[in-house]
């Protein structure tokens, strides 16, 4: 019975753990040819000043359209390719891509992009960042880098050289999903950090949870005192926003305010702004 599933479907006998060895191999073979494919695409998910409504920038969000299959979320397939090093490769391409569409918005447009640990840790992702800035030709300061706490856990010399460099580039630097984890306050004046990005499950829980209204309010003290932009991530309320700009909050993104979209679509709302 389980071989008439298909050419795989003895795996059905075979322990889960098996099984997910053999879906990260098949994805990791598949990964490997995607950037030739051109498989990827970058959405770019709106940034909004709480205060005026303004549209201040954009993240960068990776997609993989596999031809096969659909859409596989990056949650599933960057820590595949983290461990196979090809997050090095993409997230050449992820900087690249998104240093163009810079040249195509508005001047004082700036943009995100994620990067991952294994970038800094395989390669000089500082070099890399100055490379495309090159090419392109746009204003450093228009880019943003976004990192996570994982990044700082590993606590290493090299780590904060590279985000030093990257600022002596004139980039700036987010912490990303900040409240998660590992979060230690020591980060805060350890690194140089620009911009704190208040995690998701925190927004998503400041009707419902105390805790998570009191965390917000002393991250975005924090802020304050550290000179840092706060920004507020998974926004999807009307009653989760009017709480944040209470408290202060400098900037929010959230499905209330803007989904991911194309380039195209962006570069609409970015222009019509521009023009009020
Ligand atoms: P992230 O950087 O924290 O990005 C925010 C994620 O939350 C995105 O998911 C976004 O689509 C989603 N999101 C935004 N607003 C809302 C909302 O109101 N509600 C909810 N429920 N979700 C919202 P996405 O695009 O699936 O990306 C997931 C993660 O994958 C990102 O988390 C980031 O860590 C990683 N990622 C995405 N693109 C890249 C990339 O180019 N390079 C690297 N290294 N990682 C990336
Ligand atoms: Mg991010
Ligand atoms: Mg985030
Ligand atoms: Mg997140």
């Known amino acids: 019975r389980a071989k008439s599933d298909g050419g795989n479907g003895w795996r059905f006998f075979t322990p889960e753990h098996d099984r997910r060895i053999s879906v990260v191999r098949s994805m990791e073979s598949d990964l490997r040819g995607a950037l030739s494919r051109g498989e990827f695409t970058l959405n770019y998910q709106p940034k909004f000043c709480l205060v005026t409504g303004r549209l201040t920038g954009a993240e960068a969000l990776l997609r993989w359209t596999h031809p096969a299959k659909r859409p596989i979320s990056p949650a599933d397939f960057i820590p595949v390719a983290e461990l196979s090093g090809l997050i090095v490769p993409i997230g050449e391409w992820v900087l690249a891509t998104a240093c163009e569409a810079l040249t195509r918005l508005p001047a004082d447009f700036r943009v995100a992009v994620n990067l991952s640990p294994v970038q800094f840790r395989r390669s000089d992702v500082a070099e890399t960042v100055a490379a495309k800035l090159a090419l392109s030709g746009i204003a450093p300061a228009r880019l943003e880098v976004e990192i996570t706490e994982s990044l700082l856990l590993e606590n290493n010399r090299a780590t904060a050289g590279a985000l030093e460099a990257l600022k002596a580039l004139g980039v700036t630097i987010a912490l990303d999903d900040f409240g998660t984890g590992y979060s230690s306050l020591a980060y805060l004046c350890k690194f140089p950090f620009d911009t704190i990005k208040i995690d998701r499950s925190f927004v998503q829980t ?6 998570s209204a009191a965390i917000v309010r002393a991250v975005v003290g924090l ?3 550290f000179s840092l932009k706060v920004i507020a991530e998974g926004v999807e309320t009307e009653a989760q926003k009017r709480m944040l700009l209470s408290f202060g909050c400098d900037e ?5 305010l803007g989904r991911p979209m194309p380039l195209e679509a962006l570069l609409q709302i970015a222009t019509n702004a521009d023009s009020r």
């Open 206 to 211: 400041l009707e419902t949870e105390p805790g």
């Open 223 to 225: 802020g304050r005192d």
């Open 252 to 256: 929010g993104q959230g499905y209330l």
